[in-house]
């Protein structure tokens, strides 16, 4: 049975959410695995990660959003993370004036903290005792915000890739990320606009203008993604949407 079930969901805004930016879209995630969502800007791939995630102003208006066989359509952000399921945000460490190893080990006092910074590219000798304030850069603190979210060991981690800091890891630190999950079990919506990005999932789909166009393994989506042109999508001769 999938983790998570995207079943034909639509989602628009305006008034009445007559403005379509999801139509009809399907996809489902296994357990453990890592499921790349590639696709270019204004596709809507952020707008699926907050209704997944059940942000505030993000519902489906029709179609359901299923996690562990259970219709999670109506439940809060809150009720969501019990249920395991985590996201990497845009605005990152949202705790000041404790250390870093303090804010890691957030619900778990015994946590050991250095091989999560090690994972994201940081030096947990340098950072374990720094403190998380305005002298931590921006990309810093992407970092830690990502290390949270592996120490959380969550069941679905949603990682929106220039949100979550990914974009600011080179490709190894991001397969060891990714292995990282693997390894406790979580499984990644890893969602991107890089195709060497998605070439580290088990699995690939590919959006476009609201809708899933291609799925199969990540070969064959990057590929698919690169014949055509999405990457510099002007929308004039397309064939899939």
């Known amino acids: 049975m999938p983790l998570l079930e995207i079943n034909n ?4 805004t305006g008034p009445d959410g007559k403005t379509p930016i999801l139509e009809k879209l399907s996809f489902a995630i296994e357990p453990g695995e ?3 969502l590639l696709g270019t800007n204004g596709t809507g791939k952020s707008t699926l990660a907050y209704l997944v995630m059940g942000c505030e102003g993000y519902r489906p208006n029709t179609g359901a959003i299923g996690f562990d066989g259970k219709i999670i359509n109506d439940l809060a952000i809150h009720e969501r993370a ?35 910074l090690d994972r994201v590219g940081l030096s947990p000798d340098l950072y374990l005792g720094r403190m998380v304030d305005k002298c931590l850069s921006g990309g810093e603190r992407k970092r830690i915000e990502l290390a949270s979210v592996l120490a959380l060991a969550p069941r679905l981690a949603i990682l929106d890739e220039p949100d979550s800091g990914i974009d600011m890891l080179s490709i190894q630190d991001v397969i060891n990320v990714i292995s990282a999950f693997k390894n406790c079990g979580t499984a990644v919506l890893l969602i991107t606009h890089r195709e060497e990005i998605a070439l580290i999932a088990d699995r690939a789909s590919q959006l476009c203008q609201g ?8 070969g064959k989506v990057s590929e698919h993604y690169k014949l ?3 990457m510099t999508c002007g929308q004039v001769e397309c064939h899939y949407v």
């Open 9 to 12: 969901v639509v989602f628009g």
């Open 228 to 230: 055509q042109k999405c």
């Open 211 to 218: 809708r899933i166009i291609c799925s199969g393994t990540p």
């Open 34 to 36: 890592v499921h790349a």
């Open 82 to 116: 019990r249920l395991g399921i985590t996201m990497a945000w845009q605005e990152p460490v949202r705790f000041e004036g404790i250390t870093v190893r303090d804010y890691l080990a957030i619900g778990n006092p015994a946590l050991d903290a250095a091989p999560f």
